[in-house]
């Protein structure tokens, strides 16, 4: 069973940057697709962005595109979301997500459809 765990997260100010990463415990993270969702406060959790098992393939959700990157390293069995221009807005509790699947180009955008989660790390970011 693949276990996740992010960290990266912290209080910053509007405008500011930070990057979140997630190491997963088993060199098969490279057969995974992987994705970062956050909640905030009294909001169902969201899809932020989601990546292929090669790294080839990314996908966002309209109001991060252009700010956050989302990337991984699978030698180092890690996937980052390098988050730019942040915005209060942005402020929540970020998870990485990860499942198998069987091509190089397959992504989730669904919660629903990946099977392992970590624990989170919390975004602050201040007006």
């Known amino acids: 069973q693949v276990q996740l765990v992010e960290s990266g997260g912290g209080l910053v100010q509007a405008g500011e940057s930070l990057r979140l990463s997630c190491v997963a415990s088993?060199?098969?993270?490279?057969?995974?697709?992987a994705g970062w969702f956050r909640q905030a406060p009294g909001k169902e959790r969201e899809f932020v962005a989601a990546?292929?098992?090669?790294?080839?393939?990314?996908y966002y959700e309209d109001s991060v595109t252009g700010r956050f990157t989302i990337s991984r390293d699978n030698a180092k069995n890690t996937m980052y979301l390098e988050m730019n221009s942040l915005k209060p807005e942005d402020t929540a509790i970020y998870y990485c997500?990860?499942?198998?699947?069987?091509?190089?180009?397959?992504?989730?955008?669904?919660?629903?459809?990946?099977?392992?989660w970590g624990q989170g790390t919390q975004v602050t970011v201040s007006s």
């Open positions: 997500a990860a499942s198998e699947v069987t091509s190089d180009t397959y992504f989730y955008t669904s919660g629903y459809e990946y099977d392992y």
């Open positions: 088993e060199r098969i993270f490279r057969w995974y697709a």
């Open positions: 990546i292929s098992r090669s790294g080839g393939d990314t």
